[in-house]
């Protein structure tokens, strides 16, 4: 059995991940090593099992978002709740227990509950339309917070004073308290007398005690010495972890900017007890040999404890763009410096006046991108050193005057767009015919869905997807971009010849290959 130890934690508590109110949903580009792995694994008919140490009463919707709702899991909440129920039920707000006489206002965010003119409750809605959560209110002063569960019952209850949060209580199905927590009282965990599991202490100092006495139990009743821990690298949970399953062999997994690496003493631990660690980038996998090698781990040792594999397959998706007129360049500007950006716009707006093909999506994946600053930068850039006929589109001329600044509000052959899922980066892969991602450390989702849609890339440092002038070009400086861009845009020859290697080089990324390679190095142990 493979068990999956995701980092699923985005609150102020510690142990918590629930989801929040839809509109304060702020969309990011995010990707998760442990959703990948798991597809994977599933794909190859691998026994899987999700162990989920944190609190979301919404669970179920975040699985199905991901493709995941048939993948079992055990949840620590669920166990200290007792709750066995795993299907969704929906929850009509309506036919709770209101008092006599309350009636319902709509805004467009929430729902209000009032009576006798007075607001008693605000309802609160998920991003799918579930009911979130109801703030109970008395004299216009917060004196409860429902929070309801996916499943279609109240998941547990904030109790506050002035405002203040005094504790939490986490409910079972029949809506009685398991465990309080308190907010700055201690001991912080408490247990009913009366609840309906046999716990170790009827009081805890923090959470981390009692979700260890939980796994133990865990471990009784299903987990063997011959079963894999794959773990999710996170400070919260990697010391949890390491203490709870100190007989399972465990797969550290190093993805992203999720771990700082400045907790020493944590990394060290990690790489003394990790069967295999799992390197997202070839920046963590150089970190990882080498502190291994400074721990006097032999070469031997670290060649076969190591290995940078991606959490992305690829699937082939060949895109359009060679069956359009327009040459669309995808430049993704995020992490680029001022000056850096600059150079590179201003080559492709030269490249732009003499292509009338040539077309730029300029791209990035953080919400807070200052697109607007960067769409006036081009525009002055144009204004003042090309030909502004040519990059403005002409709107009409009924009043001249009236149309004159508009005339240079939009620009012709250049979009600016903030993609914050995986399935806009693809559909605007589809008629892409060039990636351009300077950075250094390319996008590695990006590089994926480029070699499975056959586009060649343009980058600056090297990597596993792209070979120079093969399916795409590495170039040292912003001066070498002009060449890359003829070598690909000039004619299809050495377009299609990317085309057809990239077909060849993505048989080297499929989910398959990925779990021959998973497969061959946990052989070894």
Do not use: C
Request: hydrophobic share 40%; proline share 3%; glycine share 4%.
């Amino acid at each position: 059995m493979f068990y999956f130890i995701p980092s699923w934690y985005n609150s102020d508590q510690k142990w918590h991940n629930e989801a929040p109110i839809w509109y304060r949903v702020l969309e990011n580009m995010t990707f998760d090593d442990t959703v990948s792995q798991v597809r994977m694994f599933q794909n190859a008919d691998e026994e899987v099992r999700l162990l989920l140490f944190s609190y979301n009463p919404q669970l179920r919707y975040m699985l199905h978002e991901e493709n995941m709702l048939a993948v079992s899991y055990w949840s620590f909440f669920d166990d200290i709740q007792n709750i066995q129920q795993k299907e969704i039920k929906l929850i009509n707000f309506k036919e709770l227990n209101w008092p006599k006489g309350t009636y319902f206002v709509y805004t467009p965010f929430l729902v209000l509950a009032k009576h006798g003119g007075e607001i008693i409750a605000r309802i609160q809605f998920a991003e799918n339309g579930n009911l979130l959560l109801i703030e109970l209110l008395i004299d216009g002063v917060l004196d409860k917070i429902m929070i309801f569960d996916d499943r279609g019952f109240v998941s547990s209850i904030k109790y506050f004073k002035q405002n203040r949060l005094i504790y939490q209580d986490y409910l079972n199905q029949n809506g009685v308290w398991q465990i309080r927590e308190y907010a700055s009282k201690f001991p912080r965990i408490v247990v009913n007398p009366m609840s309906d599991k046999v716990f170790n202490f009827t009081e805890y100092d923090d959470w981390d005690t009692l979700i260890r006495e939980r796994i133990l139990v865990l471990k009784k009743l299903e987990v063997t010495p011959d079963d894999y821990i794959i773990v999710a690298v996170n400070d919260i949970h990697n010391n949890l972890v390491r203490k709870s399953f100190p007989d399972q062999k465990k797969i550290f997994s190093f993805f992203g900017e999720r771990y700082s690496f400045d907790n020493r003493l944590d990394f060290n631990e990690l790489l003394d007890e990790g069967e295999l660690f799992i390197a997202e980038s070839e920046k963590i996998e150089r970190l990882l040999i080498t502190s291994l090698q400074e721990k006097n781990y032999s070469s031997n040792y670290v060649e076969n404890h190591i290995s940078r594999i991606p959490p992305f397959d690829t699937r082939l998706r060949l895109g359009q763009s060679q069956n359009i007129e327009e040459l669309i360049a995808y430049l993704l500007v995020d992490d680029l410096s001022q000056t850096y950006l600059s150079e590179v716009l201003d080559q492709l707006l030269a490249k732009m006046e003499v292509n009338p093909s040539l077309e730029l999506k300029i791209v990035s994946y953080k919400n807070d991108y200052d697109m607007t600053s960067l769409k006036e930068q081009v525009k002055d850039k144009i204004l003042s050193s090309k030909n502004p006929d040519y990059f403005f589109t002409s709107l009409s001329l009924e009043d001249e005057n009236h149309f004159k600044e508009e005339q240079k509000t939009k620009i012709r052959g250049i979009s600016f767009d903030i993609y914050t899922n995986e399935n806009q980066i693809i559909d605007a892969l589809d008629t892409a015919r060039l990636v351009i991602d300077l950075r250094d450390d390319p996008d590695l989702y990006t590089q994926i869905a480029a070699l499975s849609s056959g586009i060649p890339q343009i980058n600056k440092v090297h990597t596993n997807y792209v070979e120079h002038q093969k399916n795409g070009w590495i170039i040292s400086d912003s001066t070498e971009l002009n060449n890359a861009i003829d070598y690909y845009f000039d004619g299809l020859m050495n377009w299609n010849k990317s085309l057809v290697y990239s077909v060849k080089k993505m048989g080297d990324y499929t989910s398959g290959k990925i779990l021959q390679r998973w497969r061959k190095l946990l052989e070894k142990e």
